[in-house]
C-alpha cells in the first residue's frame, strides 16, 4: 500500500514531512504502508507550494500513477481553486479508482472529483495534521487503506442518506463556480477555523441563500474553532448562527457534526455509501 | 432639503452623530440642508445597531417618509444583508423615488433596490466616514442634494455603458442569493479593506467564476487598502489578481476605479446615466 502526498495549496515545509515520513516509519517499520510525497511539494511560489503549473502537474502525476494507491494532500492554506479544472480533464480511470483524502482548502479539489463522479473522495485529516495524534493518523490511513467505517463521522451509521463536508468558506467560495457539485438531497457538514463570527454569519447568508444549496437533505455544523474576536459581542455562538439561517432557509438543521480543524476530525466520505 | 440617515449595520456611535450635526450646522448655518438620524440608530443588538427588525423597521420608515429627500447610511460593518429582503416588499412609491447613497456592507440593500428598479442608488460616502473630510462630504452630499455630475467617478464621463460599484467582499457574499441584480452589460466596480491577498484572490475567483458576473462589460479594481499581512508574500498585488482572474474568466479589465474605503472615495451612481 503506498499512498502519494500533493501539496496543491499553501507552501509545505520539509521538516513537516519529515515528521510525517518518521511517523510512518515507526508505525509501519515492515513498510507494508508507506507514503511519497511528490518532490515539487517543497517548491515555493509566492504564498503557493509551487506555481499553479507545478501544483496541478504534481496531483496529476501522483492521481494518475499507477503504483500509488491512493492521494493524500499534504495541507491546506489556500490555493487548490486556481487548480481543479485545469486537473480534472487530465485524469485517467487509474485516478478515478483510487481514494483521495482532504479537507479545509482542498475541499476545491475534492468538490470537483466528487462532481466528475469519483467515487471515494472524503473530508478527513490532512498528512501534516493527521501525524500531530497518533489517533488522528491511524483514523485517516485506515480510511486511504481500507475505506475503515470506524473512521467515519459518527451520525454516518444512522443516517442512509449522502452526505457531504466542507470548510465553510471553501464551499461558500465554489458556489455557482464550476467546482460545484450537486448536493441535492445531500446532509452537508460544515466546520471553519479562524473566522470572526460575523464572517461566520455573512457566508451562511450566502451559503443558504442559494438555489441549489436550499434542495440539501439537511445540515450539520461541525466544530468552528479559533473564533477570531468579534468587538462588540457578536450576540450568537456558530450553532445559534447555523440553526438561524437554516429556518430562514427551510434547510432542515440536523444537529452537531463531528469535525474540524483539530485531531478529532473524522472522515465523511462524499456520497452514497 | 432634509436628509434621513440610517444605521442599517453594525453599532453607530451617538458620538459620531454629533459629529455628523455639527458639521452639518456649520456647513448650512440656514438651514437650507439638514440631516436627521433616525432614533433607532443608536440601539445595541450584539454587533448590530439593533436588532434586525429595528434596523429594517428604520429604514423602511425613512425611506417612506414623504418629508425626507433622501436616504444616507450612517456607517458599514455588517448586518444589512440580514434585513435587505424583509425591506423590500415594505417601500413605497414614495420611497421609490428617493436617492440612496452608502457603500461597503450597505451594499447589500442598494444591490437589492437596484435589482427592484430603483432608479437613484448610488456607491459613494456615507455620513460617518464624509465628514471627516469637507471634500468628502461635499461629494456626498452634492450628490444627494441634486445628482452633481461632479461627484461622480471619474470614468463614468467617458464610458456610457451602465455602471454599478461594491466592495468585494459584499458582492461576493450576494452573488446566487436573492439580493443580486442582473448586471449584464454593466461596468462593474469594486473596491476592499482589511483583508490578506489570499481573500482577495479567492474572491475573485469566486465571483468571476460566476455565469452572471461573466455578462458584465468588464471590471475596474478600485483601491484595496488597509491590507492584512500575509506570511509569505502572496506573490501578487490586488491589480495583479484583479486582472489574471479577468483574463481567466474573459472579463474585459478596464483599469483603476477611484473608489476605495477613504476620503477620495467617488460617486457611482447604479445602472444608465
Not at 53 to 77: C, I, K, M
Not at 134 to 141: I, K, P, V
Not at 188 to 201: A, Q
Not at 209 to 236: T, W, Y
Amino acid at each position: 500500500m503506498k499512498i502519494g502526498i500533493v501539496a496543491a495549496s499553501s507552501r509545505f515545509a520539509r521538516e513537516r514531512a519529515d515528521a510525517v515520513n518518521d511517523w510512518m516509519e515507526r508505525t509501519y517499520p515492515d513498510r507494508s504502508v508507506s507514503v511519497v510525497f511528490h518532490p515539487s511539494s517543497f517548491a515555493k511560489h509566492g504564498h503557493f507550494s509551487g506555481d499553479d503549473a507545478s501544483r496541478a502537474n504534481a496531483f496529476v502525476e501522483y492521481a494518475n500513477d499507477p503504483r500509488l494507491d491512493a492521494v493524500w494532500f499534504a495541507r491546506g492554506g489556500y490555493g487548490s481553486c486556481r487548480i481543479a479544472e485545469a486537473v480534472l480533464p487530465q485524469l485517467t480511470d487509474v485516478a478515478r479508482a483510487k481514494r483521495y483524502l482532504g479537507y479545509s482548502d482542498a475541499g476545491s479539489i475534492l468538490a470537483l472529483l466528487y462532481k466528475a463522479g469519483f467515487p471515494h473522495v472524503a473530508h478527513g485529516p490532512m498528512a501534516s495534521d493527521a501525524v500531530r495524534h497518533d489517533e488522528t493518523a491511524h483514523r485517516a490511513l485506515n480510511w486511504l487503506i481500507k475505506g475503515d467505517p470506524a473512521s467515519l463521522e459518527p451520525s454516518l451509521a444512522s443516517d442512509p442518506r449522502p452526505a457531504v463536508a466542507f470548510n465553510l468558506s471553501i464551499l461558500d467560495a465554489l458556489v455557482g463556480t464550476a467546482l460545484e457539485p450537486d448536493l441535492t438531497g445531500h446532509v452537508l457538514m460544515l466546520e471553519d477555523v479562524s473566522e470572526p463570527l460575523y464572517r461566520i454569519d455573512r457566508m451562511m447568508f450566502h451559503l443558504t441563500g442559494q438555489a441549489s444549496i436550499r434542495k440539501v437533505a439537511g445540515l450539520r455544523m461541525g466544530r468552528v474553532s479559533a473564533i477570531v474576536e468579534n468587538d462588540p459581542d457578536f450576540g450568537l455562538t456558530a450553532d445559534e448562527i447555523a440553526r438561524y439561517w437554516c429556518a430562514r432557509s427551510g434547510i432542515p438543521y440536523l444537529g452537531a457534526a463531528d469535525i474540524g480543524h483539530d485531531g478529532d476530525n473524522k472522515v465523511v466520505p462524499f456520497g452514497p455509501r
